[in-house]
């Protein structure tokens, strides 16, 4: 199955739950992508003592997870885009939607 992923928090412990939520379904053998929009994009490098955001997203990205960032949430932010997380825009995030079987947000 063909699995979209939104994500638009970076509230440790929904955050991590979504990234985990995505490193479980690429394990069990789901295609998977994610785009990061509003906070979310702060995702990277967010570390919590309990809710290791950005441990979870490295194994996301590990298990082959692909990751899209909102280009304007990230220039709002006078943010840079990363390896893990590319500039997209929201024609990116619309090619995913109809690209997924299932859309789930976060």
């Known amino acids: 199955m063909k699995i979209g992923i939104i994500l638009e928090t970076h509230e440790y412990e929904k955050a991590w739950n979504a990234f985990h939520f ?3 379904a690429r394990k069990l053998g ?3 992508k994610m785009f ?4 979310a994009v702060e ?3 967010l570390v919590h003592e309990k809710y290791n955001v950005s441990e ?3 194994a996301y990205v590990k298990a082959g997870g692909e990751i899209l960032a909102c ?3 990230l220039k709002s932010r006078q943010m840079d885009e990363t390896e893990a ?3 997209s825009t929201m024609i990116d995030c619309v090619e995913m939607v109809l690209w997924a079987d299932k859309t789930v947000t976060f």
């Open 22 to 24: 995505a490193t479980t």
């Open 30 to 32: 789901h295609h998977t």
């Open 36 to 39: 990061l929009m509003g906070e």
């Open 43 to 45: 995702c990277e490098g």
């Open 56 to 58: 979870q997203l490295q």
């Open 71 to 73: 280009g304007t949430c």
């Open 85 to 87: 997380c590319p500039v």
